[in-house]
């Protein structure tokens, strides 16, 4: 049996060169190596410390924000707060916000040209002889039906008492027999 294959070697920790911690251990004296024992022991011992010492320090912080009343929530709140106001002190949000003002405000412009020129056109319209002939029309239309009103009523006014003209002007339905209910 060939015993340096029975013979532990330390493990090399990530980032440390294999090579070197070969040629090191085989280097060493039985007595520098308990030292490095000894030095890690202690180590590790500190490491435990330290953690124990942190989680009595996140516990002490938990019973002093429970007293003040701080819960998760409102430290979320909190933070958001906070980061929202770090995004809004940026060049970056300051240059976009100032750029979507001026686009808000050119678009808010056209859309009031638009709507001008809509009612522009509308006008137009009412006032074309296009629509004054069908409007004489309409009024000769319910003169002749309706007959009492003078001329001059509104457009609506109009219409309606032309529909309200045709329909009593229509023959009225056959009474239904008993039979066909």
Do not use: C
Not at 30 to 37: C, D, F, Q
Not at 38 to 55: D, G, N
């Amino acid at each position: 049996m060939n015993r340096s294959l029975l013979k532990t070697e330390p493990v090399p920790e990530e980032g440390e060169d294999v090579a070197a911690t070969i040629s090191a251990t085989e280097t060493l004296s039985e007595e520098e190596r308990e030292e490095l024992r000894r030095e890690l022991a202690k180590v590790e011992e500190e490491i435990q410390t330290l953690s124990q010492v942190l989680a009595a320090k996140e516990k002490h912080l938990a019973e002093i924000k429970r007293k003040l009343g701080i819960n998760s929530l409102q430290e979320l709140k909190q933070n958001i707060a906070k980061g929202w106001q770090d995004v809004t002190a940026t060049s970056a949000y300051k240059k976009t916000s100032e750029t979507l003002s001026q686009a808000g405000q050119k678009a808010s412009a056209a859309f009031s040209s638009v709507g001008s020129v809509i009612t522009k056109k509308l006008e137009d319209v009412k006032n074309s002889p296009t629509f004054k002939s069908f409007e004489e029309k309409v009024e000769n239309l319910k003169s002749k039906v309706g007959g009492t009103k003078p001329a001059g009523g509104d457009f609506g006014e109009v219409l309606n008492s032309a529909a309200n003209a045709s329909a009593t002007t229509t023959e009225p339905l056959p009474e239904q027999t008993q039979e066909s209910l």
